[in-house]
């Protein structure tokens, strides 16, 4: 029996399918009593420090962990459960931590690099443990904006390191207490083998592991992300299928293209190696997600079985029901990381949200970007961008941002500015891609799903003139989306562009190409891959 301590932050769905899957019970923490009890205590942790340090405050829960780590009760920590080891965070400051480890978090702000870290990055193993039994130095799932740095007096605790941009501590251990960075329950087979070691043994450190490279002084390297998306959306027949449109037209002969059902083919592309899996609910826009149950159905049961990360669009926004029932952006975001979303996607109202704040040229705190990332942190917030491409002479034909473009317009023009749009490419809006990342940006999101809806079914290749135009504007990670018809064009954009991830849907929902080949023609051009 394993016990997990729900605090209600973040996907914790996951932690508890992964135990399931693993062949293990989980009960959840219930009275603060409760943590001293448990056999074997996971402490999952998403979002931002001071929110979780808060709610174990209110919970009375601080006290009971302190306890129980002091009598080396068995503990797994992860993600910002490591960070509340530590004794504070520039991502709260004045807010204590646990205070069990010496040192502090700091946020990563190296000139290069995205903020967050969202991707799969290695470790420097630095002791034994049971817990790596069977590891064979697989890349894992990080997402967090916060490290914790390594000092003198923290020595003792690592277990591993991580270098993005610095090195930092992505393990700590001690007797039975340990804690990841990393999120074992999203890291594929590998992240389920050590979350199952801990399950079984607990993860007594400093017991001899055959076979295991010790310390492995490389630096690590993130990988570039590979994503296959499904865009799902009801048929005529009322059935909720995976279909694909050719510049967003998902009709054929005036029927809503039938390419598959969800939850089997999310298991498809986990099995084949896929990096993460986006679902959009393409219609959203008009269909109210906490009424459209369906799509949370789809949520709940593929999270049972796809061990990666989850995102998930469409229909976040505020919104009240035929009853007069009000629900926030948040409460719909909610509703998605309850039944099993890591991330959550917004397309439409970040449109609006940025135009609202361009206008105001100040934050209400009121949008749902805002709402969100301030609850489950910047990196569970993507913003879908539906750009379509509009031509003018020159750059002072427009207010708006232009590039100069290798392929002019229709009649010879040879500037470009990328309009973004709404409801699924069906209303333009006065506002342009640089204008709409930026402004996202600053209310706090963590990445940008840059669609192109020019591109979007074409398999003509990525847009790289789009993608270097956003690349040049924000520094949150960036996936490149719409247009791939070949393994050639993902080592294109990997090689042109400084992305962190490209997206998929066609090729592979048709099966034209793959993930497997993208994945063996990236090692064999030297991009770093999972
Ligand atoms: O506006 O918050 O309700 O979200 C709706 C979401 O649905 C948005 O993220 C929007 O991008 C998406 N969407 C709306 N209509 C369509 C459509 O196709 N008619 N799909 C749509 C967007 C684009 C990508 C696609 C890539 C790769 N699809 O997701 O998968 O372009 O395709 P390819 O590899 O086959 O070229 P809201």
Redesign the pocket.
């Known amino acids: 029996m394993i016990t997990l301590l729900d605090y209600g932050a973040g996907n914790v769905r996951s932690v508890r399918n992964a135990i399931r899957k693993l062949g293990f019970e989980v009960r959840d923490v219930e009275r603060p009593d409760d943590i001293l009890s448990a056999e074997k205590l996971i402490f999952p942790g998403v979002g931002n420090f001071g929110v979780v340090m808060e709610r174990l405050q209110q919970k009375g829960y601080i006290e009971p962990l302190r306890q129980r780590i002091k009598e080396n009760k068995p503990l797994l920590g992860i993600c910002v459960a490591l960070q509340a080891l530590f004794e504070g965070s520039e991502e709260a400051p004045g807010v204590a931590g646990l205070g069990i480890i010496p040192g502090q978090i700091k946020r990563f702000s190296h000139p290069r690099l995205s903020v967050p870290q969202i991707g799969w990055n290695g470790l420097k193993i630095h002791k034994h443990s049971e817990i790596f039994s069977g590891y064979k130095g697989e890349k894992l799932y990080f997402v967090h904006s916060f490290y914790a740095t390594i000092t003198d007096e923290n020595r003792e605790w690592i277990l591993a390191t991580t270098d993005y941009g610095n090195e930092y501590i992505s393990g700590v251990a001690r007797g039975n207490v340990t804690a990841f960075q990393f999120h074992p329950e999203k890291s594929g087979v590998a992240g389920l083998n050590i979350l199952h070691n801990f399950l079984k043994n607990g993860a007594e450190e400093d017991q001899p592991v055959s076979g295991l490279p010790l310390p492995d002084k490389k630096p690590t390297r993130i990988a570039k992300r590979i994503i296959a998306?499904l865009?799902v959306r009801t048929n005529d027949a009322g059935d909720l299928v995976v279909t694909?449109?050719d510049q967003?037209d998902?009709r054929e002969k005036g029927a809503v293209r039938n390419l598959s059902l969800p939850v089997e083919l999310a298991r498809r592309y986990y099995e084949e190696g896929a990096d993460e899996i986006t679902f959009?609910?393409?219609t959203?826009?008009r269909d109210f997600p906490m009424q459209d149950q369906p799509m949370l159905e789809i949520l709940k049961r593929t999270s049972e079985n796809v061990f990666v990360p989850l995102t998930i669009?469409?229909?976040?926004r505020e919104f009240t029901d035929s009853e007069g029932k009000s629900y926030s952006a948040l409460d719909v975001a909610s509703a998605y990381f309850r039944s099993g979303a890591d991330k959550i996607?917004?397309?439409?109202?970040a449109v609006y949200a940025a135009e609202q704040y361009r206008h105001d040229g100040r934050k209400t705190g009121k949008t749902s970007i805002e709402q969100i990332s301030i609850v489950y942190g910047a990196q569970a917030v993507v913003i879908?961008v539906?750009p379509r491409r509009v031509y003018v002479n020159s750059p002072d034909d427009t207010p708006r941002n232009t590039i100069k473009t290798k392929y002019p317009g229709p009649k010879g023009e040879a500037y470009c500015w990328y309009q973004c749009t709404?409801?699924?490419?069906r209303e333009g809006r006065n506002i342009d891609v640089v204008e709409l990342v930026q402004a996202c940006a600053e209310l706090g999101a963590g990445e940008i799903l840059l669609?192109c809806i020019d591109?979007?079914?074409?398999n003509s290749g990525f847009d790289i003139e789009l993608i270097n135009h956003v690349r040049r504007a924000v520094s949150i990670p960036l996936i490149a989306?719409?247009?791939?018809g070949s393994s050639a064009h993902f080592i294109e954009v990997f090689a042109e562009t400084d992305v962190e991830a490209a997206?998929?849907?066609?090729?592979f929902h048709r099966k034209e190409v793959p993930l497997a080949e993208v994945k063996n023609l990236m090692r064999k051009k030297g991009i770093e891959t999972r």
Do not use: E, P, Q, R
């Open positions: 998306c865009d694909k449109g967003y998902v959009l609910n393409i959203g826009f669009g469409g229909g976040i996607s917004i397309g439409s109202d879908s539906d709404v409801k699924g490419g669609n591109k979007d079914g074409t989306s719409s247009g791939a997206l998929a849907a066609g090729i």
